[in-house]
């Protein structure tokens, strides 16, 4: 069964950190460019990060620039967002896709989420 499997959300503080992860099941992620989506309440989904499966290049948002850092571990078939320095307004549900052939592509497979909270 192919999946997608995003953890580690949860709550935190103003200017703290999370790692999130995204775990595939049924494929290979070596060949998918992966992107970080989120969706605040009330709001439309917008893309967070991407990293490309070709060349490793990453693609990320002006509002997460500086703060959050994608990457990739094929053998593991994951990949991670780093998030420091969080802010009240990166409270969201996030999600992980695999896209083809690139970066802002069609996606083929989403996750269900994780929620992330930042709050004092």
């Known amino acids: 069964q192919v999946q997608l499997v995003e953890s580690g959300g949860g709550l935190v503080q103003p200017g703290g950190s999370l790692r999130l992860s995204c775990a595939a099941s049924?494929?290979?992620?070596?060949?998918?460019?992966i992107g970080w989506f989120r969706q605040a309440p009330g709001k439309e989904r917008e893309g967070v990060s991407c990293?490309?499966?070709?060349?490793?290049?990453?693609y990320d948002a002006d509002s997460v620039k500086g703060r959050f850092t994608i990457s990739r571990d094929n053998a593991k078939n994951t990949v991670y967002l780093q998030m420091n320095s969080l802010k009240p307004e990166d409270t969201a549900v996030y999600y992980c896709?695999?896209?083809?052939?690139?970066?802002?592509?069609?996606?083929?497979?989403w996750g269900k989420g994780t929620l992330v909270t930042v709050s004092s």
């Open positions: 049924g494929f290979t992620l070596d060949y998918y460019a």
């Open positions: 990293i490309s499966s070709s060349d490793g290049n990453t």
């Open positions: 896709a695999a896209e083809t052939p690139d970066c802002g592509y069609a996606v083929d497979y």
